[in-house]
């Protein structure tokens, strides 16, 4: 099967989930800046979340361009990503909600985790499909970023019950070594 449906299915879920997070940012009472103080959790949860879905959605297209075709299991395996990122909309609005609580921290954490994991399971689909000499099994080498970011969502789960920001600043820890394109998949394939 030719890849870039796949690619387009992707795309276009990913920017329903991303349009379904901001519809969830509600105009505040008033006109004055002190109003904007209460949607301050809210939007940041938004931002948090946002950066998250571009990474997947930029990583995403640099696995994509590693690959010719793909199969039944690799359809599953990218469904199974794009499940979890769906829920993205639902743990943002509820950790804004509540003003970045320890329960709504934690659920946030579990479902990066599964993401994670999820597209750590995309990757592998594709290497086993593509051969371990592919383009893409080179470019992801041993995924130590990849390892290093499960690790970090998990410290983070377990902080969140006694210091839910601590467990924030661990999740933005993990989207700032990733918001830099993977740069192993452009070097193989230039």
């Known amino acids: 099967m030719h890849k870039g449906w796949l690619e387009a299915f992707s795309d276009g879920v990913i920017a329903i989930i991303i349009t379904i997070m901001v519809l969830e940012l509600k ?9 904007l103080q209460s949607v301050v959790p ?4 938004y931002v948090m979340s946002f950066v998250f879905l571009g990474i997947y959605w930029n ?7 590693a690959i010719k075709h793909v199969n039944g299991r690799i359809l ?3 469904l199974h990503l794009l499940f979890w990122l ?7 609005a509820w950790l804004g909600e509540n003003d970045f609580a320890s329960r709504p921290v934690a659920l946030y954490g579990i479902v990066l985790l599964f993401a994670a994991v999820a597209y750590f ?11 371990s000499d ?4 080179a470019a992801i080498g041993r995924d130590v970023k990849g390892k290093i970011s499960v690790g970090l969502y998990a410290v983070a789960i377990l902080l969140s019950l006694s210091n839910s920001m601590f467990a924030c600043a661990l999740y933005v820890l993990v989207a700032v070594i990733w918001l830099i394109p993977d740069r192993r998949i452009e070097k193989v394939l230039n």
Do not use: C, M
Not at 27 to 35: E, F, I, L, M, N
């Open 134 to 137: 592919s383009v893409l099994a």
């Open 86 to 92: 769906s829920l993205v909309p639902f743990v943002t």
């Open 27 to 35: 105009v505040p009472r008033g006109s004055d800046w002190a109003a």
């Open 59 to 65: 990583n995403h297209h640099h696995l994509l361009q």
């Open 121 to 131: 399971i995309l990757v592998q689909t594709l290497i086993v499909h593509h051969g």
């Open 76 to 78: 599953w395996a990218n």
């Open 42 to 45: 809210v939007f940041l949860s």
